[in-house]
T-cell receptor
Framework: RKEVEQDPGPFNVPEGATVAFNCTYS??????FFWYRQDCRKEPKLLMS???SGNEDGRFTAQLNKASQYVSLLIRDSQPSDSATYLC??????????FGDGTTLTEKP | EAGVAQSPRYKIIEKRQSVAFWCNPI?????LYWYQQILGQGPKLLIQ????????DSQLPKDRFSAERLKGVDSTLKIQPAKLEDSAVYLC????????????FGPGTRLTVT
């Protein structure tokens, strides 16, 4: 079993839809969580940090459920520019990082 | 503020040859990471440095891969000898250490082993 698991998708959604991605992690010592966005043939870029109280940035909301060991990313009013792969990153308290394989979002025309 | 710099951007070598990648992190970032990303997968951590000490190299194939970070600034990753399965994008990232582990990635080096 992978340390960080994501549904690879692809999620094909129409413009304006709301879409949610989940990321589950197995190491209970994990303490810091992030979502990254990766466009095709580009490097990952930090999208947002995930705080225990949740985090919202415009159309994006990230939440953490430590009891069930998952983090989520919600995108409201999805736009064609949101088409990308979304990577979940998890850090232990020793600072060791592990990335998931990503979830691909595709906007349906 | 300058981002993470990497070179070369592309490299094609034959199997059994050697190759080296260079990374210069964001100024002031104590932590430097090297990742291998194979098409369709997430970045896989190869080695993580804090300043010039190794924090984690558990997934580094030490029989063929080596990395160093002299003086706690820039870093090189070497593969010798290369195998076909080493074809991937090699990403370097840097972050501060402690409260925030927000990583900033360089553009990567796309390696093709033939």
């Amino acid at each position: 079993r992978k340390e960080v698991e994501q549904d690879p998708g692809p999620f094909n959604v129409p413009e304006g839809a709301t879409v949610a991605f989940n990321c589950t992690y197995s190491n209970s010592a994990s303490q810091s969580f992030f979502w990254y966005r990766q466009d095709c043939r580009k490097e990952p870029k930090l999208l947002m940090s995930v705080y225990s109280s949740g985090n919202e940035d415009g159309r994006f909301t990230a939440q953490l459920n430590k009891a069930s060991q998952y983090v989520s990313l919600l995108i409201r009013d999805s736009q064609p520019s949101d088409s990308a792969t979304y990577l979940c990153a998890v850090y232990t308290n020793a600072g060791k990082s592990t990335f998931g394989d990503g979830t691909t979002l595709t906007e349906k025309p | 503020e300058a981002g993470v710099a990497q070179s070369p951007r592309y490299k094609i070598i034959e199997k059994r040859q050697s190759v080296a990648f260079w990374c210069n992190p964001i100024s002031g970032h104590a932590t430097l990471y090297w990742y291998q990303q194979i098409l369709g997968q997430g970045p896989k951590l190869l080695i993580q440095f804090q300043n010039n000490g190794v924090v984690d190299d558990s997934q580094l194939p030490k029989d063929r891969f080596s990395a160093e970070r002299l003086k706690g600034v820039d870093s090189t990753l070497k593969i010798q000898p290369a195998k076909l399965e080493d074809s991937a994008v090699y990403l370097c990232a840097s972050s501060t250490w402690g409260d925030s582990y927000e990583q900033y990635f360089g553009p990567g080096t796309r390696l093709t082993v033939t």
